[in-house]
């Protein structure tokens, strides 16, 4: 780690705009919003301060077990499948040499469809009955209806589907990106040393996206884990609370009960799994890091 | 789109058959199935603007089983919505948003990755803390801070800046921007320094020319990300002549059928990705490295 | 990440706490005249009902030059609206659905207008059953209903008749429900009957259902739950019965307002509960056939027991000085009520509503009194726009019914908690309906305890 310049008043004034806006609209927000899970509040009056009476509730809950084990199983599943399509799609469409853009185009849109759309397409393709579009193409193979959102067994899996779907554009544009900063001459190096297509992938191809894939993982790891506009509009939590993610049961503390020292707690839980989560993440991949 | 000369596959490689095949199929299969996936959706939108409701909830997959096709829905939904005022506001509001966050994203990504202060890493642990947390917790404080803020306490609601300057507040944005400038080779840096260039020089003359992808990249989210925004706007611009489209539109959703609806998401939606489809190079322009540095 | 980040950021926290500064809810000026927010506004997108909203406030303001009207497009919505209850931002004046005011009143995000409905006299004309839904424990109102409708069961006419069954002659009991229903899909194909279950909803009506089969959710304070007994048990039988005996509910379990309305108007369900508002969503937004409406009264079990209530109930602030809650209740009555006394006001009303293309002449419960509001249905006869013979079979069963309130504590999070009931129940053909009830009892009765 070398400092070129000295990194004094220039770098406090490039980090002028980021401090100011993060400390108005961020960090300041936040740290009054997790103060909220130590009090009872219903907006309008002074609060209580109710110590870890919030924690305690939340914890205690009934459905926390089941939506961290639905939010983990979700998680999981959108890595297996969502995390490495962008990554295939965008290296494919960087060997494309100027005709992308059409492809780009069209992975984007799904990002940009309204969910009002998505829901009332998807929940068509998802009709249990055997009419229903997935089913129609699953019959034509032999395979019969699935109840898709119906059952607490498919309802996750479906539901990566469709948030792969509307997510993977932004992925791999972003991806993309990375992928035009590499240097043709250094594949060209690479063959002239005589390596294939897939050693050239290998040696020079993945170690420059190496940064952005691993900066990527992490944040769809984090997003994941907070995946809740799709439970909320496909199944409300359901069926039997197994599409239930512990985004939905804050969302449902804070607005549909109206108790936002409990919606704050369990936040602040999640977040400290996160942070976790992610100091794990760092001492990992510093092993593997080129830096 | 992208201007480089190559990829993996050299002009030698493509000529063999055995990986002209494959990729060739490839192109195929993945287009056809971008096409469907991303396309179609859009379709059936406009076929949806187009239909009697009862057509689309009936047999959302059949073309126009009624033989009916009513385009003047279009035009209803465009008077009655006020689409084309709204499609203004929520374009003043997403430039707005994006100049804020490029401002953000490349001055900070600088910090972290080229100037690299001691502090660095405390700004940058800060800035991905803010993942953790979820927005909703900090949606009434940030509404209480816009209401009145900090220091100079001025009420930011009913005017752009309410919707312009949160949102810069991304982490995601910062660390992609970041992560690509750590991908620009150091000896740029180097090459700049010895030529005498301060700070702001190497962030205007070198960081910025090389980072066109990703600041198109971040551009375009944030573009997007304010034209979908529907709950902050729909909080903090309550009066209607300031609001976006995508406030505007489930007004209309209260009082008209879904078609009609449809009209409106379908004008919303296509002026948007027109503009899209006309400025992707601008966007999406790859820059070709082999001018970097002189040997 | 080797640095001291805890102290640094800890270091941020310490200067954000010194920072944090609170707002203050929203002053009003009691010196001259009072001025209140409203809420509600039509959009410039609803030209017609806009332009009655706004005469209705320039009438106002003339007919009390002591008060000034605000008007904001402001609607309910549950996430803006903890929002800008915090920031002192809520209007005065606002409307919510009838599932909200118990909530509201327990987190004190309502005004207490009794005293306001005393001075201005508006009190002793409210319906009393209906005025239940905003009141607490001891009485006092919080709300003013401004609509109200019981819940009843929605039928496609069209379906019946394919099915062989009489159109005006809707189920009464849950034993006919399950003899139609089956007769519809046996004949159509279609679902039979169907049933909210999903995003509370799903409680919401299996609360509708126990009540129909005589039963109780909550006991008399609000402190147990009590929904393990035989009525409920025979609901849930009931559903189960249809769903894997009959084989007529279909093989959709997830249903939400959205999801049932748009299957209903495509044809594909036969019977649904459902207040007569839903004519709304039915004809209007999703484009059934008016023709194809029907609706009858709740089918009761086992006897008369009566049906849940639904509609809207007008809000004051809860930073309202006692001046403008004066003024706010005036405007409700003003605006919200007026109709069921008034014939030009009624008529006024109607006009626009036609001709914004809504629905006029939908029944309903009266908010005043029955006689009030029976010459307030006369007056609107000649500009309904419904077919109204269709819900001719629903105002005769209604007219007697018995109008239970719902659960009076944390109604939400008993519904929360009774959706996978239902959704269990329609989703596994083997479902213990006995275990599922009593957990779901100590589930409820732990949160009532909070």
């Known amino acids: 780690m070398h400092r070129r310049f000295r990194a004094g008043i220039p770098a406090l004034l490039f980090a002028l705009p980021v401090l100011g806006i993060f400390l108005l609209f961020s960090w300041g927000p936040i740290v009054k919003g997790l103060v909220m899970s130590l009090q009872k509040t219903n907006l309008v009056d002074p609060v209580q301060w109710v110590g870890l009476d919030n924690f305690h509730y939340v914890l205690t809950d009934p459905a926390l077990g089941q939506a961290v084990g639905n939010t983990l199983w979700f998680t999981f599943l959108a890595l297996l499948f969502g995390f490495p399509l962008p990554i295939l799609l965008a290296a494919f469409m960087a060997e ?23 829901i009332l397409l998807w929940r068509f393709f998802f009709d249990p009955s055997a009419t229903g579009l997935f089913n129609t193409v699953l019959g034509a193979v032999g395979i019969g209806p699935q109840p898709w959102l119906n059952s607490p067994g498919t309802a996750i899996p479906s539901i990566v589907l469709e948030a792969t779907w509307a997510g993977a554009g932004n992925a791999v544009i972003i991806y993309l990106a990375a992928l035009t900063s590499v240097r043709a001459d250094l594949y060209e190096a690479a063959e002239l040393d005589g390596a294939g297509v897939l050693r050239r992938v290998w040696h020079v191809m993945l170690p420059h996206l190496r940064g952005v894939i691993l900066i990527m993982l992490l944040l769809q790891v984090i997003g994941t884990m907070q995946l809740f506009t799709e439970p909320l509009l496909f199944t409300g939590g359901g069926p039997q609370g197994s599409t239930t993610t512990v985004l939905l049961l804050i969302y449902n503390y804070a607005f549909v009960n109206g108790d936002y020292g409990a919606a704050t707690a369990l936040s602040v839980l999640l977040a400290v799994a996160l942070a976790v989560l992610s100091a794990f993440f760092n001492l990992a991949t510093r092993r593997w890091s080129m830096e | 789109m992208t201007d480089i000369e190559r990829g993996v596959l050299s002009d030698a490689d493509r000529r063999q058959f055995h990986v002209r095949l494959p990729f060739g ?35 959302p997959l059949a073309l126009f089983p009624s033989g009916e096709v009513q385009w003047g829905n279009l035009a209803t939904a465009w008077q009655q919505g006020h689409i084309g005022f709204y499609l203004g ?12 966050s490029l401002v953000v994203c490349t001055s900070a990504g600088y910090v972290l990755s080229v100037l690299r202060p001691k502090w660095g890493p405390v700004l940058s642990a800060a800035i991905l803390a803010t993942l953790f947390v979820p927005s909703i917790v900090s949606l009434v404080p ?10 100079v306490h001025t009420n930011i609601t009913n005017t752009f800046w309410a919707v312009w300057l949160p949102p810069a507040a991304s982490a995601f944005h910062v660390l992609i921007v970041k992560r690509f400038f750590d991908g620009i080779p150091r000896e740029y840096f180097e090459a700049a320094r010895i030529d005498g260039a301060g700070p702001l020089r190497v962030f205007t003359s070198v960081v910025l020319p090389l ?61 948007p990705v027109l503009l899209f489809l006309v400025f992707q190079r601008a966007f999406l322009r790859g820059v070709g490295m082999s001018g970097g540095i002189k040997a | 990440m080797s640095k001291p980040v805890l102290p640094a950021v800890t270091a941020l926290f310490l200067i954000l706490g010194l920072a944090a500064c609170s707002s203050s809810p929203s002053e009003s000026a009691d010196s001259g005249p009072v001025t209140i927010t409203v809420g509600d506004r039509p959009s410039s997108s609803d030209a017609e ?3 009655l909203y706004d005469q209705q406030v320039a009438a106002f303001q003339e007919a009390n030059p002591d008060i000034k009207l605000n008007p904001v497009e402001t609607l309910w919505d549950p996430t803006t609206f903890q929002a800008q209850a915090a920031g002192g931002q809520l209007p005065d004046v606002l409307n919510v659905p009838f599932t909200e005011p118990q909530g509201l009143i327990a987190r004190k995000q309502a005004a207490d207008i009794t005293e306001a409905l005393k001075s201005t006299g508006l009190l002793p004309d ?25 819940v009843g069961l929605v039928y496609n006419r069209e379906l019946f008749t394919k099915a062989g069954l009489d159109p005006d002659k809707p ?51 609000g402190t147990k739950a009590t929904f393990a007994d035989a009525p409920s048990t025979a609901a849930m039988q009931a559903l189960h019965d249809m769903k894997w005996v009959d084989k007529s509910m279909g093989k959709t379990v997830l249903y939400d307002i959205d999801g049932i309305s748009k299957d209903f108007a495509a044809g594909k369900i036969g019977m649904y509960m459902a207040a007569p508002d839903s004519y709304r969503t039915l004809v209007v937004t999703n484009g059934l056939k008016p023709a194809s409406f029907g609706i009858g009264g709740m089918p009761q079990q086992n006897g008369e027991h009566g049906s849940l209530s639904g509609g809207s109930v007008q809000i004051v602030s809860p930073t309202t000085t006692p001046a403008e809650q004066v003024a706010a209740v005036k405007w409700i009555k003003y605006r919200y009520l007026n109709r069921y006394v008034d014939e030009a006001s009624a008529v006024a009303q109607a006009k626009s509503t036609v001709a914004a293309k809504q629905p006029v002449g939908v029944p309903g419960l009266p908010v005043i009194s029955p006689e009030k509001y029976s010459a307030y249905e006369e007056w609107i006869k000649p500009y309904a726009n419904v077919p109204v013979q269709n819900f001719a079979p629903y105002t005769k069963v209604s007219a007697d019914q018995v109008i239970i309130p719902e659960p009076a504590a944390q109604a939400q999070e008993v519904y929360a908690a009774l959706d996978p009931v239902v959704q269990t129940v329609l989703g596994k053909e083997d479902a213990d309906i006995g275990t599922l009830l009593s957990k779901a009892v100590s589930t409820v009765n732990a949160k009532l305890g909070r």
């Open chain 2, 142 to 151: 940030l509404y209480l801070t816009v209401l009145k803020l900090p220091v």
């Open chain 2, 89 to 100: 506001n929520t374009a003043i509001i997403a430039a707005g948003s994006a100049i804020t």
């Open chain 3, 171 to 221: 189920p009464a009991t849950w034993d006919e429900v399950r003899a139609d229903a089956k007769k519809i899909s046996d004949a159509t194909g279609a679902a039979g009957y169907a049933q909210l279950t999903t995003n509370n909803t799903g409680g919401w009506m299996f609360t509708a259902q126990t009540y129909a089969f005589g039963g109780t959710v909550e006991n008399a304070d």
């Open chain 3, 126 to 150: 409210l319906n009393p059953t209906v005025l239940k839904i905003a009141q607490d424990s001891a009485g006092k109102v919080y709300a003013v209903p401004s609509a109200a409708y019981s």
């Open chain 1, 96 to 118: 494309l040499r100027g005709r992308s853009w059409a492809y780009t185009v069209l992975a984007y849109l799904p990002v940009i469809t309204p969910p009002v759309v998505a």
């Open chain 2, 25 to 59: 199929i490839a192109k195929i299969l993945v287009f056809i199935g971008l096409l469907i996936a991303g396309l179609g959706p859009m379709l059936w939108l406009l076929k949806a603007a187009i239909s009697p409701t009862q057509d689309s909830i009936r047999e």
């Open chain 2, 211 to 271: 980072s066109r992808p990703i600041l198109g990249v971040v551009a375009l989210l944030t573009i997007i990300g304010s034209w979908k925004d529907y709950l902050w706007p729909l909080l903090v611009l309550t009066n209607p002549d300031l609001q976006p489209v995508s406030v505007a539109l489930p007004k209309i959703a209260r009082v008209t059928e879904l078609n009609i609806q449809m009209a409106g998401l379908f004008l919303a939606l296509i002026i």
């Open chain 3, 49 to 51: 009902n806009r332009t």
